[in-house]
């Protein structure tokens, strides 16, 4: 009888002042204490997904982390993944549409089964197309190629400089430089040399050119371009021929909306 109430004793004292393992407490441990929330969430643009990233919770033990979506910053925030520990703390969301914006959290789970609160940072993206290659003429060269559209049904594409839908063209000055061109109420900015085009994520509010002949072709630049019915979209100038350019593109087709970041680049 006595064993029994030391016994009895030692497992009261080590719920009183805690214990380092459950194998110290008989397997009578019991953890309620969720993991710390996580920091740093962020978020990239891509063309029909966005990837979510965030800092790592340091916890031993940290099972994973959930990603939460909304379509409103307000919530509700439904659960669309899970990240397990030790990979990498990114997530890519595939289930969008671009130009629509969507609302992000992560939480941190551990193997009781208990979830952090959601991040004190929410971040929003409205994903968006992009495409590669595209040639575009000098107007001296082909007029007929010489132009580009900025459509949100379609992106940015080839036109005749001509055309009504043209939002910009390409053409040679009195001394051989090229030049892109805004039509009307377009304009454009020279963002300098980009070692990729996810060096801009965003389109700045300032710093338009005023300059009727525009902005003089550099290939590794990248070029911010604005229309005149609230459009933003970038171009970055991969290769220069003698006629012609060869140009990376993004468009945001959510009016108003200066959000560009390109995608990750997945090997």
Not at 121 to 130: A, G, I, K, L
Not at 137 to 166: C, H, K, M, R, W
């Amino acid at each position: 009888m006595k064993k029994m109430n030391l016994l009895a004793g030692i497992v009261l004292l080590a719920f009183v002042f805690g214990c380092e393992t459950c194998d110290t407490c008989f397997e009578s441990c019991y953890d309620d204490q969720p993991p710390a929330v996580p920091t740093g969430v962020g978020s990239i643009t891509g063309d029909d997904y966005v990837v979510i990233y965030w800092n790592p919770v340091y916890e031993e033990d940290l099972a994973g982390y959930g990603i939460y979506r909304s379509r409103y910053d307000e919530g509700p925030y439904h659960r669309i993944g899970t990240v397990n520990r030790g990979e990498e703390t990114v997530f890519y969301d595939e289930d969008v549409v671009n130009g629509m914006t969507y609302f992000y959290a992560v939480d941190a789970f551990d193997y009781s089964g208990n979830e952090s609160a959601l991040s004190y940072e929410t971040v929003d993206d409205t994903p968006r197309p992009e495409g590669w290659d595209l040639y575009w003429f000098t107007n001296e060269y082909d007029a007929s190629q010489a132009g580009i559209a900025l459509l949100p049904d379609q992106g940015v594409v080839v036109v005749s400089d001509g055309d009504v839908l043209a939002d910009y063209y390409l053409t040679v000055d009195g001394e051989g430089l090229k030049r892109i061109v805004p039509l009307g109420a377009n304009q454009i900015q020279d963002y300098g040399y980009t070692e990729h085009p996810d060096e801009v994520d965003e389109a700045p509010l300032s710093g338009w050119s005023q300059a009727a002949s525009g902005v003089e072709v550099i290939s590794g630049h990248t070029y911010i371009l604005r229309t005149g019915d609230g459009y933003y979209g970038k171009v970055r100038v991969e290769t220069v021929g003698p006629d012609w350019i060869i140009v990376y593109w993004a468009l945001q087709i959510k009016r108003w909306s200066t959000e560009l970041a390109p995608p990750v680049r997945r090997s």
